[in-house]
């Protein structure tokens, strides 16, 4: 049975005669009864009682009547879904938290306004939720700090990031120091779980260093103002301090035996397959973030 079965059977119903329900849907009245008679062969039913040249329906048919309705219903939503779908498909876009903060609004942005016939759904996370969204199929693409821990996971370089150790400018530490000096100090710092933690945890365990921050927040915003406050030093990226290094807030410490640079990354799954608008699209996000245009 197919879904033409379930409309011919409707448009019975509707006028009650074969010879109408053709007309209505531009085929021949022997179609229209071939229809009903293989409908009523298929389940060993009988759909119709024959009575004065009208097709009454019998209980059975009224019941099914009622169910191919909802059938053909669901069938015409999922349509106009799809069809909906291929005129204005749906881009899901992912990002880790500093991203979604610092880049993602620009390329946005962008994308708007050189494709009008593209809706976005954007997902901000932490990176591992983002890395889970994008393996579970939920995203198409995703912009995160750090290489992806998945082997299922493709990754394209798309900007080196430099962090640095910030303070207050009354809290009593050199302005220029070791690595090991400087985590000798109160340290504010991100949660364990974040990609900016884990990416100074092995910079730590590298150089043989124990820490054990004075403070720990999910908090970028947090950490910067215990930093004003002279409670610690904190490290994080650079484009993040601009206002308060520009208005005397907070001081830069220089580690004269260490560089923070950490990687941002366009990823996707390894088998994921893009049509062509979403191909160009993932192509323009790629150059543009790459290439620090937006």
Not at 92 to 106: E, Y
Not at 112 to 137: M, R
Request: glycine share 4%; charged share 25%.
């Amino acid at each position: 049975m197919t879904i033409r079965h379930l409309k011919v059977f409707i448009c019975v119903c509707k006028h009650e005669n074969m010879t109408k329900a053709a007309e209505e849907l531009f085929i021949a009245q022997p179609a229209v009864s071939n229809t009903i008679s293989e409908i009523e062969k298929n389940y060993n039913i009988k759909l119709f009682e024959r009575i004065n040249k009208r097709l009454l329906l019998t209980d059975e048919g009224k019941a099914l009547l009622i169910k191919a309705q909802e059938a053909v219903s669901a069938f015409d939503a999922f349509e106009e879904q799809a069809l909906n779908a291929s005129k204005k498909p749906l881009l899901k876009i992912g990002s880790s938290l500093t991203i979604g903060k610092q880049k993602l609004p620009w390329l946005l942005r962008n994308l708007k306004e050189n494709y009008e016939e593209i809706d976005f759904q954007v997902s901000i996370n932490q990176t591992s939720i983002i890395e889970n969204k994008i393996l579970n199929g939920v995203l198409d693409f995703a912009f995160i700090q750090g290489k992806p821990s998945s082997p299922h996971i493709e990754s394209k370089l798309v900007d080196c990031n430099t962090l640095i150790a910030v303070c207050g400018k009354k809290y009593d530490i050199p302005n220029e120091l070791t690595l090991k000096e400087l985590c000798k100090h109160d340290l504010l710092l991100r949660e364990d779980e974040s990609v900016s933690r884990e990416f100074l945890n092995h910079i730590f365990a590298l150089e043989n260093i124990v820490v054990t921050p004075v403070m720990e927040s999910i908090s970028n915003q947090a950490l910067i103002s215990a930093a004003v406050q002279n409670l610690g030093v904190t490290i994080m990226p650079e484009s993040l301090l601009t206002r308060q290094l520009n208005n005397g807030g907070l001081r830069k410490i220089i580690v004269t035996d260490y560089e923070f640079t950490r990687n941002s990354y366009l990823i996707y799954h390894k088998n994921k397959t893009f049509g062509r608008v979403k191909q160009d699209i993932f192509d323009f996000c790629y150059k543009n973030y790459k290439s620090k245009k937006i």
